[in-house]
């Protein structure tokens, strides 16, 4: 589904704003046409909450943290056919219920989320993640962590090499979202 605002004025200057809504059938292979979002709608059930460090990351791929039903409404307008989720602990209901009924596919990758700051990310389980996000039939996809920060970083940090980004642009991207917890070890295994 894709929102469309459109600010005009009646006759007697008032402003009004007209939202038009267009289904996307998920069987097209292509991704839907971006949503143009402005402000919610107040007063109104219509309210797009993103989740907590939600970014585009390149056509048809998105990063975050972790989506709660706050966010459903703002992620419908994605028109997503799939999410990544990096953490190993069991999805939650509400988030399950959400994928069925809007037909978005779970790949589960269950990486730890340590505190300490040295522990390696598993090189096989961002290999296989990486394949989710380069395959097109994915897309448009959401991936995301606990806070869409470190394990996220990490898979979109690769995804980036692999665009041929210099280190230097990856590492600023990584630590705009990481902000002051940024992980050398995270840093170092892009190095490679």
């Not at 959400?98 to 978005?104: Q, T």
């Not at 665009?163 to 002051?180: G, H, K, M, N, V």
């Amino acid at each position: 589904m894709t929102l469309d605002h459109k600010t005009t004025a009646n006759s007697e200057g008032e402003v009004c704003k007209t939202i038009e809504v267009v289904l996307v059938d998920r069987r097209d292979l292509s991704p839907p046409s971006p949503a143009v979002l402005t402000s919610p709608v107040v007063g109104d059930d219509l309210t797009f909450i993103p989740p907590l460090n939600f970014a585009m990351v390149d056509n048809g791929i998105f990063r975050s943290g972790f989506p709660d039903s706050a966010n459903f409404s703002f992620l419908q307008t994605l028109g997503l056919r799939s999410i990544i989720c990096l953490c190993p602990e069991p999805y939650p209901e509400p988030n399950t219920d959400f994928l069925k009924a809007n037909g978005i596919k779970l790949f589960q990758f269950g990486i730890e989320g340590y505190k300490e700051p040295f522990v390696n990310i598993p090189e096989d389980t961002i290999r296989e993640a990486l394949k989710v996000v380069l395959d097109m039939r994915n897309h448009p996809v959401l991936i995301h962590c606990k806070r869409g920060k470190h394990r996220t970083g990490c898979v979109v940090g690769c995804f980036r090499k692999l665009q041929r980004w210099c280190l230097s642009s990856i590492f600023d991207e990584y630590q705009r979202f990481a902000a002051a917890k940024a992980r050398v070890s995270d840093q170092r295994g892009r190095e490679s």
